[in-house]
C-alpha cells in the first residue's frame, strides 16, 4: 500500500493567488512547510503556461483542478490543453452549475451535457471529475444530484473529488459514503467543521479541531487505494489562509505517522 500524498487546495489561499507574482509568493511559503502536491481551484485568471513554471520552480505536482463549467463544455479542447501545460490530468468541475435545478431531473440534464466534454476528455486520457457540496447528497424530489452522477454515469467518464466535511454536513458518514465510490477517485477533500452554538449553522476550521473523524477517513482512502488528499478550508481562518494552510498540513503528517 503506497503512502498517501498530501497537500493543499488552492481555493483555500484564493484572495492571495490573484496574480502570477502573488501565487509564486505564496507556493515559496508553502514549499517551505513541505508542500509539494496542490490542486487549482478559485485563483485568478493567468496564463497557465507561465503558472506551471511557478508551479514546477517551487517543485510541487498539479493532481486536479477546478475549471469554470462553461469552459468544460464550451472549450474543452483548449482546457485540455492547459492541462497538459500543468501536467494534470484531472479536470474538475467544483459545484453543481446554478443554471440546472438542484433535482432529479435537473442532475438528468446536467449529466446530458457534460457527456460530450467527458468523453473528450476521456479520450485524451484524463479525467473529468466532480466535488460534492452538502446539497449534493440530500434528495430533492428524487435521487439525489451525488446518487445520479454515480449511477448513471460511466465509470470512465466521471471521477469525483469527495468533500469529507460537505458529505457529514448532510448528515453522512463520509468514511461510509467514500466506498461508494471505489476506483472513480484520485483527491479527496480534507476538511473540518465545528457547529455554532448560538445559530446551529456550520463553521470550517483548522483540521483536528472539529467533528470529522478525519482518522477514519484516512483509513478509508487506504483502503481505497486514493493517492492524493487536499486540505482545504474555505473560510474562517485562525489568522490568516496561508497559517492555516500549514498548520493542516502538520496535522495530515501526524494522520499519516499514525496509519
Not at 108 to 125: C, E, S
Not at 199 to 225: I, P
Not at 230 to 251: A, G, H, L, R
Request: one cysteine or more; aromatic letters at 8%.
Amino acid at each position: 500500500m503506497s503512502e498517501i500524498k498530501c497537500g493543499i487546495q488552492l481555493y483555500t489561499v484564493r484572495s492571495l493567488c490573484q496574480t502570477l507574482e502573488d501565487t509564486d509568493r505564496v507556493l515559496a511559503r508553502l514549499q517551505t512547510a513541505g508542500v509539494h502536491d496542490i490542486q487549482v481551484s478559485g485563483i485568478g485568471e493567468m496564463d497557465w503556461g507561465r503558472l506551471s513554471e511557478i508551479i514546477k520552480n517551487h517543485n510541487m505536482e498539479v493532481c486536479v483542478t477546478h475549471v469554470p463549467f462553461d469552459r468544460i463544455i464550451n472549450d474543452t479542447d483548449s482546457v485540455i490543453e492547459d492541462h497538459v501545460k500543468l501536467g494534470c490530468d484531472c479536470i474538475g468541475i467544483g459545484c453543481f452549475p446554478s443554471e440546472y435545478e438542484r433535482t432529479e431531473e435537473g442532475s438528468k440534464q446536467f449529466i446530458k451535457d457534460i457527456l460530450p466534454a467527458a468523453k473528450k476528455i476521456n479520450g485524451r486520457n484524463m479525467h473529468l471529475t466532480y466535488h460534492n457540496h452538502d446539497f449534493d447528497v440530500k434528495p430533492n424530489g428524487g435521487k439525489s444530484i451525488l446518487d445520479g452522477l454515480i449511477e448513471d454515469v460511466p465509470e470512465e467518464l466521471l471521477w469525483f473529488v469527495p468533500d469529507v466535511a460537505w458529505l457529514q454536513i448532510a448528515g453522512e458518514n463520509p468514511s461510509e459514503y467514500l466506498k461508494r465510490m471505489v476506483n472513480r477517485v484520485k483527491v479527496i477533500h480534507f476538511k473540518d467543521y465545528f457547529t455554532d452554538k448560538d445559530s446551529g449553522s456550520h463553521r470550517f476550521t483548522e483540521l483536528g479541531k472539529g467533528l470529522v473523524n478525519l482518522d477514519k477517513c484516512y483509513e478509508t482512502a487506504q483502503q481505497m487505494n486514493i493517492p492524493y488528499i487536499m486540505f482545504e478550508q474555505d473560510d474562517n481562518w485562525t489568522t490568516d489562509p496561508v497559517t492555516s494552510c500549514i498548520e493542516s498540513f502538520e496535522y495530515m503528517k501526524e494522520i499519516q505517522l499514525r496509519h
